[in-house]
Structure formats: C-alpha cells, structure tokens
C-alpha cells in the first residue's frame, strides 16, 4: 500500500488544510502509533493509528483488509457469546465500521474481505453479480465424475434450491476437491456436497473473484490489500 505524507493523510480527511495540518505537527499535536510526529513529511500508510490532541482520525475514504480467516470465529461483527473476525483487528480499524463482505461459516477457514465501503460489499454480495468463489473442500466419501458432471448441469437440492451450475475439480482421488460457486446461499458448498453423498469434513476459502488468498498469511493474520487488488476489486463496483 502506497504511503503517504503525513500532512497529506491528514488534509484528506477534510478536516484541515495541507497548511494547518503542518501546523499541527509543528506544534506537537499529532501522533503516529503512539509516537509524536516530528515532521510534515513523514509517510505513513492511511491505517496508521493517528491522533491529533490524542483522538484519533480516519485518514482514508475507505479501507480493504484480506484477512485469512482462522476457525472458531463468527463472519460478523459482534456477537454476544462468540468472538467474531473483527477481535483479530486493533481497536482503531473495529471503529471504522469494518464489516465482513461475505459470510464463512464458523468452522470454515480462508479468504474474508473486510471493508467499509458498503457499496463494494453491495456488488460483491449481490445475486445478480455471480462472482466467482473458490473453495477447496476435504469430505468424507469419494467424489467423481458423476459429481462433476452433475454439478456442471446445476444440482438441485433436497430442499427444493436450484443451484446454479458449479465447478468442480477433483482432488486426493476424490477425497477433495476444489468447488467453484457462482452464487452464495447459506451452507451453500456443505449442501451440495452433502447432497452428493459426500459431507464436508474442513472448508476453506481460496478465492472471491479477483481477490486470491495470500497464502503468506497464516490463519488469523491480515493484510491491506495492495493497489492491483484494489484496483481489480473496484471494477466490480
Ligand atoms: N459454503 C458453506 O457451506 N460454508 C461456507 O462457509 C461457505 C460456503
């Protein structure tokens, strides 16, 4: 993610001008984690932790985070007895509204954007979009080639749901496989799996549209996405 100047960070909140917010770390009132600025010129990231007379300031219109989803926490951002996604993040990004755009189950493991732009979520979220989603899915049975072919024609469910036609690659000789939805109902890939006589024994999220997971971040580890993820991920919109 590109840095940029503090006074520059600052004047973008809209709140001052690029000559005040100078004027501002001359004076001592401005600190970047923790610590006093020294200088107009210093360069931060926008998700700095900055206070100006010790509260602290948004300096970005809005942020996108790839988080690497571990197990045992709910895609959501509060809950009353269980500890959501947003507990892995420090207490300045949880106020800017971060919310996960797209729900994994709370066993299931992999990529979670989280964001506050609404109307990103929106795009990402929405039926009429059908970004493609990733998963890599262990289960207990051995998937084949029937599997894939009824996939392909679109499976329709005990319950009545039509799915839209899915992909499914097989892997570990039909142990797992990587599915690929266009859509996202709820339990969707644990459904149609389980549909197919083959129940889900561990689910991960490998991709969403664009956006693949950075295997470099370990379960419970997050990130800003970089410029060209940002970019791919907007067009969206
Ligand atoms: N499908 C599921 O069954 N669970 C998830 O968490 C995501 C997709």
Not at 6 to 30: C, N
Not at 174 to 186: D, S, V, W
Request: proline share 6%; charged share 30%; hydrophobic share 35%.
């Amino acid at each position: 993610m590109p840095q940029q100047r503090l006074d520059k960070l600052l004047s973008s909140t809209g709140r001052w001008s690029r000559k005040e917010a100078r004027e501002l770390v001359r004076q001592g009132r401005v600190s970047v984690q923790g610590r006093t600025a020294a200088r107009e010129d210093e360069k931060y990231e926008h998700t700095a932790e900055i206070r100006v007379d010790g509260a602290p300031v948004d300096c970005s219109p809005f942020i996108y985070l790839m988080l690497h989803k571990p197990p045992g926490l709910l895609s959501a951002t509060r809950d009353k007895h269980t500890p959501t996604v947003l507990n892995l993040l420090p207490e300045h990004l949880c106020r800017r509204g971060l919310f996960p755009a797209g729900r994994l189950d709370k066993d299931t493991t992999g990529l979670l954007l989280l964001t506050d732009d609404g109307d990103l979520g929106h795009a990402l979220l929405s039926p009429k979009r059908h970004v493609d989603k990733v998963y890599f899915a262990q289960v207990d049975g051995l998937l084949t080639r029937a599997d894939q072919e009824a996939l392909a024609r679109g499976l329709t469910l005990p319950d009545g749901l039509q799915c839209l036609p899915a992909g499914l690659e097989l892997l570990e000789g039909g142990r797992a496989c990587r599915i690929t939805l266009r859509e996202g109902k709820y339990h969707q890939v644990k459904r149609m799996l389980e549909a197919r006589g083959a129940p889900v024994t561990a689910l991960k999220r490998l991709s969403m549209g664009p956006l693949v997971l950075d295997e470099a971040l370990k379960p419970g580890q997050w990130r800003e996405l970089t410029q060209g993820e940002r970019t791919a991920l907007l067009a969206l919109k």
